[in-house]
């Protein structure tokens, strides 16, 4: 079995990197947005055009980058989504949202304190995980059966 693998949320922190150096071994491949939040706030006026209000720059923005999200979502078996500790991803709980109504598992990764506010994105997947090294666990469970050592 092979597992493609969307990474979705907080860009502030190397979870990412830690998931997908923890899955070396697997047969697992990964795809995520654009992580460079530069690129991903100015693409749309990069390659649209210049806007002089910053709600139809952000708006541009973000319609580009959900062709990428949409994509990877739609082509994931599984979707991972991140919230972190500082930063609130408003666009990782639709992104929650998306791959739970395509029937996508979704895993969850947020911290304990944020168990109340995200009480309805925890309903929608089949894991909630606090750590990364949990993701990978439960990806290696799905694809061997094993238990983690």
């Known amino acids: 079995m092979s ?3 969307y990474l979705s949320g907080e860009i502030h922190t190397d979870w990412r990197e830690q998931i997908i150096e923890g899955s070396a071994g697997l047969d697992v491949s990964f795809n995520s947005p654009v992580t ?3 690129a991903s706030d100015d ?21 580009l980058n959900a062709i990428r999200t949409r994509k990877g979502i739609e082509d994931a078996d599984i979707v991972v989504v991140r919230f972190g500790e500082k930063y609130r991803q408003w666009n990782a ?22 168990q109340h506010a995200l009480k309805e994105v925890h309903a929608a997947a089949l894991a909630v995980a606090d750590e990364p090294r949990q993701v990978v666990d439960i990806l290696t469970y799905v694809l061997s059966g094993k238990l983690p050592a």
Request: charged share 20%; with cysteine; hydrophobic share 45%.
């Open 3 to 5: 597992l493609k693998i």
């Open 93 to 114: 709980a639709f992104d929650a949202g998306y791959a739970a109504a395509l029937g996508k598992s979704v895993i969850v990764l947020s911290q304990p304190d944020h």
């Open 43 to 63: 693409c749309g006026v990069a390659i649209l055009g210049a806007e002089p209000d910053k709600f139809w720059h952000d708006n541009k923005g973000a319609k």
């Open 36 to 38: 460079d939040h530069a």
